[in-house]
Nanobody, 122 residues
């Protein structure tokens, strides 16, 4: 069973930066994994991910501000977040383990971390 653990969430002022980390207990798949977030009252949404081709995909609202990266040797994935806005507030989850070869949305992932809270407020 693959276990994912997120860290790095914090409370910051608008315009601030944070780096989230997701450590995997073991290698599973380096080509289909990503970050999702969920705000109160909203459905979990994709933030950024690595697709099968290795290309990165970002939600429109974070393009130019967030950067997804990974260190395969360390079995760790990162999300660098700059220029944070209040709308970025939410619980951030890392996900891995494609279901049926799909690699796009919440329902496509088998393994999830417990989440790390990001709060952006003045």
């Amino acid at each position: 069973q693959v276990q994912l653990v997120e860290s790095g969430g914090d409370s910051v002022r608008p315009g601030g930066s944070l780096t989230l980390s997701c450590a995997a207990s073991e290698y599973y798949n380096n080509y289909c994994m990503g970050w999702f977030r969920q705000a109160p009252g909203k459905e979990r949404e994709r933030v950024a991910l690595f697709g099968w081709s290795g290309a990165t995909v970002y939600t429109d609202s974070v393009k130019g501000r967030f950067t997804i990266s990974k260190d395969n040797a360390k079995r760790t994935m990162y999300l660098q977040m700059n220029g944070l806005k209040p709308e970025d507030t939410g619980m951030y989850f890392c996900a891995a383990g494609s279901i049926g070869g799909y690699c796009d949305y919440t329902a496509d992932f088998r393994y999830w971390g417990q989440g790390t809270q990001v709060t952006v407020s003045a």
